[in-house]
């Protein structure tokens, strides 16, 4: 069975502390990995789509990364505003698979 | 350009009433999505339409729940004789084609509260 596991389910980190949230993924025919930030009372709002191992894209002070087993948001020198629920979604060939989330804050 | 439109925000229901969810897509989308998000968990699929036709709806208990996107009008979610398990926020999304790889436009989410 299709599975999407992130970790940590909640992280908290000063301004400014570098960190990484993980996707970890077992499905059967990846067609694309996106994360997403969901803000407390709102609908997600996408950040990015990986395609392939090795695939890189970054937003900001967002970097996301992705291998075979598993992808990676790096989160450099973060902010109180990036204080927000990341999900991680695979797309197979059947649907999109969403993780249950890691709820970062950042406090000042 | 208005994003995915979710009607009403808040709605609360007793227990056996009947809940209808409304889902606007962004323009030009004519792929919707419908999905579940209990507290601490993620989201979950349930059904996914075009206009007229529903496409795929593995996600969607057997019983109560149904869907409809009509050629003319939004999508509609509607959950008859709702029960207190059925509280939660249903979100939809839409795409401009079939599973986009491009990610999901999503609204804000109806939370339902059944009392």
């Known amino acids: 069975e299709d599975q999407v596991t992130q970790s940590p389910e909640a992280l908290r980190l000063q301004e400014g502390e570098s960190s990484s949230l993980n996707c970890s993924y077992t499905?059967?025919?990846?067609?694309?990995l996106f994360w997403y930030r969901q803000d407390p009372g709102k609908g997600p709002e996408f950040l990015f789509t990986?395609?392939?191992a090795g695939e890189e894209k970054e937003k900001e002070r967002l970097k996301a990364t992705l291998t075979k087993k598993e992808s990676f948001l790096h989160i450099t020198a973060p902010k109180p505003e990036d204080s927000a629920t990341y999900l991680c979604?695979?797309?197979?060939?059947?649907?999109?698979?969403f993780g249950a989330g890691t709820r970062l804050t950042v406090k000042p | 350009n208005a994003g995915v439109m979710q009607n009403p925000r808040h709605l609360v229901r007793r227990r056996g009433q009947e809940a209808r969810l409304r889902c606007s897509p962004m323009?030009?989308?004519?792929?919707v999505y419908w999905y579940r998000q209990l507290p601490e968990e993620g989201l979950k699929f349930m059904v996914y339409?075009?206009?007229?036709?529903?496409?795929?709806e593995s996600g969607m208990p057997k019983e109560r729940f149904s869907a409809e996107f009509p050629k003319e009008g939004p999508s509609i979610l509607r959950i008859q004789q709702v029960v207190r398990g059925d509280s939660a926020a249903y979100f939809c999304?839409?795409?401009?084609?079939?599973?986009?790889?491009?990610?999901?436009?999503f609204g804000s989410g109806t939370r339902l509260t059944v009392v």
């Open positions: 979604a695979v797309h197979t060939n059947n649907d999109m698979r």
């Open positions: 323009k030009g989308h004519s792929h």
């Open positions: 499905v059967s025919g990846l067609r694309g």
């Open positions: 999304a839409s795409s401009p084609r079939d599973r986009a790889l491009t990610g999901y436009t």
């Open positions: 339409l075009q206009k007229e036709n529903i496409i795929d």
């Open positions: 990986l395609y392939s």
